[in-house]
């Protein structure tokens, strides 16, 4: 009980209510232009957890026709208000690092690339918005001592999606961080950065082979509803105008 304690106290922290700038966030005016990045890998991870180190299992499946990252900045623009200026450019998307913090003070890296520094020289950018993967050594899912990362499915006491991610706001001049959407601990009612959603397949999955045109469906549609979940609460969570 106190690991988990632990875990959904530091989660909580690390969400980014530390330094948050939600005000500024909140401030964001039309002729500010947003550049959002979407991050996730183009595969899917299936992991398994057995009752013995035995039973656990690992593999991956090539995902390239759910066209993951086009979907999470097309639904992020749906989400907020016309009078925002969204901004997207898929090249760029594998050239700025991903998220980092220091892990004893919290605080977070700031951006670094030459690439996006151009570009958000040339358009006129005044914020990075970076929605991408989490990674923690931890499961709160099954209370395993496995690590969970990133989205994918997880067969063990049941089949459930999960999605953990990062929504970090930056000043696009400065690359320092502004805010961030996260919040509230995995056994919170509504968490910004965790969610899963239990599968119901007709079998265990055990190879990418077991994935066919019809399970693919079925975890590509609980996947990108769990980030239709996050990436509203973090919109709200910025206090960002939304669409009507």
């Not at 690359?175 to 959603?197: K, Q």
């Not at 019809?214 to 990108?224: F, L, T, W």
Request: hydrophobic share 35%; net charge positive; proline share 3%.
């Amino acid at each position: 009980m106190k690991f988990y304690v632990y875990l959904f106290t530091g989660l909580f922290f690390l969400s980014g209510c530390v330094s948050n700038n939600i005000e500024r966030a909140k401030s964001i005016t039309s002729n500010e232009p947003i550049l959002v990045l979407s991050q996730f890998p183009d595969e899917l991870q299936v992991k398994t957890v057995g009752f013995t180190a035995f039973g656990n299992d690992l593999f991956y499946k090539e995902i390239n026709d759910w066209h993951l990252n086009d979907y999470v900045e097309n639904k992020f623009e749906s989400l907020i208000s016309s009078d925002y200026k969204v901004l997207k450019n898929p090249e760029l998307r594998f050239k700025v690092a991903k998220p980092d913090y220091n892990y004893f003070t919290l605080e977070k890296y700031p951006l670094k690339s030459n690439e996006l520094t151009q570009y958000v020289q040339k358009n006129n950018v005044k914020y990075v918005l970076l929605i991408s993967p989490m990674k923690y050594k931890a499961d709160p899912y099954f209370g395993t001592n496995q690590h969970i990362n990133d989205f994918g499915v997880y067969q063990g006491k049941q089949t459930i999606a999960f999605l953990q991610m990062h929504f970090w706001l930056y000043d696009a001049i400065t690359g320092n961080f502004v805010a961030s959407g996260g919040y509230g601990g995995y056994t919170d009612e509504a968490p910004s950065w965790i969610g899963s959603s239990n599968l119901y397949l007709s079998k265990k999955l055990t190879s990418k082979d077991d994935i066919d045109l019809k399970v693919n469906s079925q975890i590509e549609s609980k996947i990108k509803g769990l980030f239709d979940t996050l990436l509203t609460r973090n919109v709200g969570a910025l206090k960002l105008k939304t669409s009507k």
